[in-house]
């Protein structure tokens, strides 16, 4: 069953129709581009905040689920009731993001009680982000090494952690004396700061690492401390196709580019950086992991149907990329449902059990429910 998507317009996305967000608008309902807007994200699930609706009735993905809960699987009603347990977005970034992480289970339901305001939903974010385009994002923390060499080359970074937290990161190269360092900078005086990115800003060529991201993010975020985050994040360059699983507690900023993500069901965003919106730094101070060194890049397997698999290590979702260039039948999934988005091409489809056929394009949006052939 075809379904719709929505879109949700921020002051990172891409504008008018350079977005990749607006030229999947096919399945957005009462939508025309405007070359003046700002379209970021594109959404397709249930989640409140942007919710799919059905083509072909009037009611709404989430009411149709309820209803008729046995279209999600039974394993996933177990574990997760009548509710579909992801959300799939398309990211068209032209502007960096904040410097932000997800709350695990219990740090989400806490903020949720807290201030419900801020954090609208109970539930973890783990998520995946597979680039379309060329994507840049910083994720994670550098090894220790390479903070340590950032603090000993970048004097004004030093000055921003202070001499008695840098020197203990030096000498024991910990998860506290990392957090205690991270948390200086972040919660680092206004004047001071002021000061020290002038300075860097003011000798800024090829001698310092990441120059050039540093001077587009200082034009982006004039001032923010966010800026200073480099040194102490991996720069990544996703090529087309190769992902990141993005566990909860965990810090990252999308920068530029395109990319499909799928997330369990929640918009909860804890920020510290980058960003003219709520600014949560004790927060994520207190909840990042701190792990440093990871290697990030997830390739995804290949499936003797021709798809391309991006799995993870939560229950409620996977990914599978297809190119589809002849006749394809994608087989039945005997546990869960399945939301599929073609991105680009045309084609025609029908699933066994509705055979009335979908004349599909780009930005067309199909549910298919649990052991439904296409």
């Known amino acids: 069953m075809e379904i719709s998507t929505s879109i949700q317009k921020y002051a990172w996305g891409k504008q008018g129709s350079g977005s990749l967000v607006a030229q999947l608008s096919k399945n957005v309902l009462n939508f025309e581009v405007s070359e003046s ?13 942007g919710p799919s609706k059905l083509l072909d009735e009037d009611q709404s993905l989430d009411t149709f689920i309820k209803g008729n809960p046995a279209v999600l699987g039974q394993a996933v009603v177990d574990r997760f009731g009548p509710n579909l347990p992801f959300l ?7 502007t960096a993001l ?46 220790f090494q390479e903070i340590v060499k950032n603090l000993k080359n970048v004097p004004e970074f030093r000055r921003l952690i202070g001499d008695e937290a840098a020197a203990q990161l030096e000498a024991n190269m910990d998860k506290a004396s990392l957090k205690t360092a991270f948390g200086n900078l972040m919660n680092s005086d206004k004047d001071l700061l002021s000061r020290q990115l002038e300075s860097l800003l003011s000798r800024l060529d090829e001698s310092v690492e990441n120059h050039d991201l540093i001077a587009r993010l200082a034009a982006q975020f004039p001032g923010d401390v966010g800026i200073f985050g480099v040194f102490f994040l991996q720069h990544i360059l996703l090529q087309p196709g190769e992902a990141v699983f993005l566990p909860a507690n965990e810090p990252h900023a999308c920068i530029f580019g395109d990319c499909a993500e799928c997330m369990a069901t929640s918009d909860n965003v804890v920020r510290a950086g980058l960003t003219p919106k709520f600014i949560d730094a004790d927060t994520l101070v207190e909840m990042l992991t701190y792990d440093t060194g990871r290697d990030w890049i997830v390739k995804g397997k290949e499936l003797n149907n021709g798809g391309t698999l ?14 589809v260039s002849e006749k394809f039948t994608l087989k039945p999934r005997e546990t869960s449902c399945s939301v599929l988005l073609c991105t680009s091409g045309n084609g025609t489809c029908a699933s066994s059990t509705n055979a009335k056929p979908i004349e599909l394009t780009q930005g067309s949006c199909v549910f298919l429910p649990v052991r439904d052939e296409m």
Request: charged share 25%.
């Open 37 to 49: 807007e700002k379209y970021a994200e594109l959404w397709i699930g249930t989640h409140p905040n």
């Open 88 to 94: 799939l977005k398309i990211l068209s970034v032209e």
């Open 98 to 143: 904040s410097i932000q992480a997800h709350p695990d289970l219990e740090l989400a339901k806490k903020l949720h009680a807290d201030r419900p305001d801020l954090y609208k939903d109970a539930n973890h974010k783990p998520e995946m982000a597979i680039a379309i385009t060329p994507f840049e994002i910083m994720c994670g923390f550098r090894n």
């Open 310 to 323: 991006y799995d993870t290590p939560i229950p409620e979702f996977s990914v599978v990329k297809y190119n």
